[in-house]
């Protein structure tokens, strides 16, 4: 008994002071007469960590007597952003911890605002793996997340002075107090070689990967902990190291330096995160990056299932797998190699176990972002994958013949090589083969993917598909982010609704309660306040807090349209200039562009140019601001959201699969300008047309749109405001020492325009009017805004959980009780 006993640490104000006065001595080694605040934030770290790793243990143990079965969710991005707060309040010592740090003479805000963020993840997509991890946590299922131990996250972005320059993310310079490395666990990952086949008389033959390189994947562990409850679940990330083959090797070949020199080399597997976030990239790396985190991953996986004395066959009975996008969709692959090759289960057992245990979340349409990888780059460095995807095509296509004898242009379209291309592998289609369930992110969304993408699979297997419409965490994106509001609804309808968003509901029957509408609006000028202090200091703009703030942050990209918001702002320049009396506005941007795509850097570079002009032209004042936000993170996104009057959901429909910043902001009391698109449409549903204003072509009026041949030109020549705006950007006049420069910008809407910001203008400049009447009538805004937050429940990435844990994981809570 004495060997299997766990600490029991004390949460109160005294027993945390005396931790963190402890470790500042024992951790950091330094005197706590000469600490500074770094170190004083890693000793309220490592206090944290060691009563994280308590809770885990306790929620492992249970999870191992319960014999429950697993959610293991494989994602190449996690996009966490900063710890401390977050593990501080899902433990429930955020208060005591405050307080205990006062004690030792130190302010918690202070130190909270020291940490960098976690940045590995571009955007939409990495985030939610974020939000849906702390869920499971919070939820007490038992899930997991796999990932890549980048030591470059996303980069800093910096303008100089008006493009992006991107900086390395340096996020490990100071150590991390939230991971535990386990050297104990490391996997031998193999790449290139080649593959020998040993034939058995009357067996199956066998495959043997023989002469590759090899590179280790050690595990480094950060517990992440959910809100209101003891479960402490785990997110296991994989670092790149060399093995001891590589110290052999200058013993052999006698050139040290350049022995030393390819053991670095193989451990920059896990060196960087790439930056694209809508374009897939034929790099070799990449491709290495996915196999290194999805082998290391399966074969953890595996280890475990039979260290808890499962048979094989029960696989999918005790593991679900998760498929984030097709970015570890070699997985399916790699699982047959290891049950064939190494277990030496049959094809077919194996095939039907892994079908079993995978299933592929869909989060995009746009054909540069879907990942195929040619034959020959595969066949090199994943030679025994090649032979294995060769293998579940044949099989595969072998059903469809049997299903549409005759029908060879189907059988193309199915294939999971693409022969028309180069021959190229299509991830999606291993991954759709490989499932037993395949989901969109939101209700359009998925419809498209039914129609579109996976046409043929649909017809094939219709009960594949399902929707789980994304979600946000109200933990980070309420509670954390809006203290104010947070504070304000719980003294109107209690707490009910942190563990429950749809008990915001309650809030409805208020909505037109002068005191509540009061207090409401003061609470969302408090933030615009808080944001304004944070854009001075950033970018030395002044902002008027009682001017309506009207916000876009996200990946910039040509779908997503910030252009149509420029041309809007421009358009309100000429305007004022010309002496029209214009609704006054802060028009914030924030967001990265991948560091290959010029035209998106372009677009940064113009409403950077856009603002300096209009932020310093003394004939506009307060009536119109523009501020591009630097380096826009998960950080930020925390002052900028509780700050936002409206949210700018404008993408072309049916290019945005769900988006999840339109919930962030919707549910901080922002109300929506949104195209028909993604989850804008179920944000409409919920809190009913009086709190958006939709605008815009729908998908179906898109797709009709471009057949009919869009002419650009025909329209900008009808509106006169919007051939003004774009004559201003295009003869430069916002480039004073070089004009001329956005010449080709002005060609690109006149003549390509593809993602049809001119044909949306007018409805777009219409729906901005509309905010604008209403946010003159302060009670009527007040109402829609309060409503607005009532109705956002749908959008807690807690219903979202549990609709992938009962549609497609079959697993179920497992509540860690609160006494032992
Ligand atoms: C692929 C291959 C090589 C290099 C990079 C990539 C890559 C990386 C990241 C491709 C795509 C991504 C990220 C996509 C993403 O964030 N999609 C967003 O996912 C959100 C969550 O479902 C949705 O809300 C957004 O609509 C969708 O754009």
Not at 276 to 303: C, H, M
Not at 390 to 406: K, T
């Amino acid at each position: 008994p004495e060997v299997t006993h766990l600490p029991n640490l004390p949460n109160d104000v005294e027993g945390l002071r005396q931790s963190i006065r402890d470790a500042v001595v024992r951790v950091v080694g330094e005197d706590p007469r000469q600490a500074t605040e770094r170190d004083w934030m890693e000793a309220l770290a490592f206090a944290i960590r060691e009563r994280m790793v308590e809770r885990r243990l306790l929620t492992r143990r249970q999870f191992a007597d319960e014999d429950v079965k697993r959610v293991y969710y494989l994602s190449m991005e996690y996009l966490i952003g900063r710890m401390l707060e977050a593990n501080l309040r899902n433990m429930g010592i955020l208060e005591p911890a405050r307080q205990a740090m006062a004690d030792l003479g130190v302010n918690l805000d202070t130190i909270l605002d020291l940490e960098d963020d976690a940045a590995l993840g571009n955007g939409g997509l990495g985030r939610l793996a974020a939000c849906i991890l702390e869920s499971l946590a919070t939820q007490g299922y038992p899930g997991y997340g796999y990932g890549i131990r980048y030591e470059f996250g996303m980069f800093r972005q910096e303008f100089e002075p008006y493009h992006q320059v991107e900086h390395p993310d340096n996020w490990l310079r100071y150590g991390n107090p939230w991971e535990f490395p386990r050297s104990d666990r490391k996997y031998p990952i193999h790449f290139y070689g080649h593959v020998v086949e040993h034939h058995h008389p009357r067996g199956e033959t066998r495959y043997t990967w023989e002469n590759g390189e090899e590179v280790l994947a050690m595990a480094y562990d950060y517990p992440t902990a959910g809100y209101g409850r003891r479960n402490v679940n785990n997110l296991r990330l994989w670092a790149a190291k060399a093995t001891r083959d590589f110290d052999l090797r200058y013993f052999n070949e006698g050139d040290y330096i350049r022995a030393v020199a390819d053991k670095a080399e193989s451990e920059t597997i896990s060196m960087v995160l790439y930056p694209n976030d809508a374009t897939a990239i034929g790099k070799e790396l990449r491709l290495k990056q996915e196999y290194f985190f999805v082998s290391a991953s399966l074969q953890d996986i595996l280890d475990r299932h039979l260290a808890l004395g499962y048979n094989l066959d029960a696989l999918p009975d005790k593991v679900a797998i998760q498929l984030n996008d097709t970015h570890p969709a070699i997985a399916v692959a790699e699982l047959m190699r290891l049950l064939v090759d190494c277990h030496e289960l049959s094809w077919d057992r194996a095939w039907d176990l892994a079908r079993r245990t995978f299933a592929y979340t869909n989060h995009t349409l746009m054909p540069e972002a879907l990942e195929t990888w040619p034959v020959e780059l595969m066949e090199r460095v994943l030679p025994r994958h090649m032979g294995i995807i060769y293998q579940i095509n044949h099989d595969f296509l072998e059903q469809v013949r049997h299903r549409y004898p005759g029908d060879n242009d189907r059988l193309a379209r199915l294939s999971i090589i693409d022969e028309q291309n180069g021959r190229r592998v299509r991830m999606a289609h291993l991954a759709v083969v490989g499932s037993h369930r395949v989901n969109g992110v939101a209700a359009l969304h998925t419809q498209l993917l039914q129609e579109t993408l996976f046409e043929d699979f649909y017809n094939l297997w219709p009960e594949r598909f399902v929707n789980v419409t994304n979600g946000v965490t109200p933990r980070l994106w309420m509670i954390q982010a809006n203290p104010a509001l947070t504070e304000l609804l719980g003294q109107r309808i209690g707490n009910d609704w942190q563990y429950d968003l749809d008990r915001l509901r309650a809030l409805e029957p208020y909505a037109h309660d002068a005191d509540l509408q009061k207090a409401f609006l003061d609470v969302k000028r408090a933030n615009k306040v808080r944001l304004a202090n944070l854009v001075r200091e950033r970018t030395g703009v002044e902002l008027n807090p009682d001017v309506m703030f009207d916000v876009q942050i996200k990946r910039i990209h040509e779908y997503k349209r910030q252009l149509l918001k420029l041309l809007h702002v421009v358009d309100l320049y000429r305007r004022i200039r010309a002496g029209e009396d214009v609704a006054p506005r802060v028009v914030l941007f924030g967001g990265k562009a991948a560091p290959g795509y010029a035209r998106a850097k372009g677009i940064i570079q113009v409403i950077n140019e856009v603002a300096d002009i209009v932020n310093h032209d003394p004939a506009v004042g307060d009536r119109l601001k523009c501020v591009f936000f630097p380096n826009y993170e998960v950080s930020s996104a925390s002052i900028i959201i509780p700050a936002a009057d409206v949210s700018e959901q404008i993408s072309t429909a049916g290019f945005e699969a769900s988006g999840t910043g339109n919930m962030k902001l919707a549910l901080n009391g922002a109300l929506t300008i949104g195209t028909l698109d993604g989850a804008n449409i179920e944000i409409r549903d919920a809190v009913g047309e009086e709190s958006i204003f939709i605008f815009g072509m729908t998908a179906d009026e898109v797709v009709e749109h471009r057949r009919n041949g869009p002419n650009p030109e025909a329209i900008l020549a009808q509106q006169p405001n919007l051939a003004a705006a774009v004559e201003m950007i295009e003869s430069g006049f916002f480039t004073c020492d070089d004009p001329g420069t956005h010449g080709d910008l002005g060609r690109y809407l006149r003549h390509e325009d593809p993602f049809f910001v001119i044909a949306d203008y007018a409805a777009y400049t219409e729906a901005c009017e509309r905010a604008d009447t209403l946010y003159a009538d302060r009670t009527a805004w007040a109402e829609a805004a309060i409503l607005n937050v009532a109705r956002m429940g749908y959008f807690s990435i807690d219903r979202t959980v549990r609709d992938y844990a009962n549609q497609i994981w079959d697993i179920i809570p497992e509540p860690v009780a609160p006494s032992r």
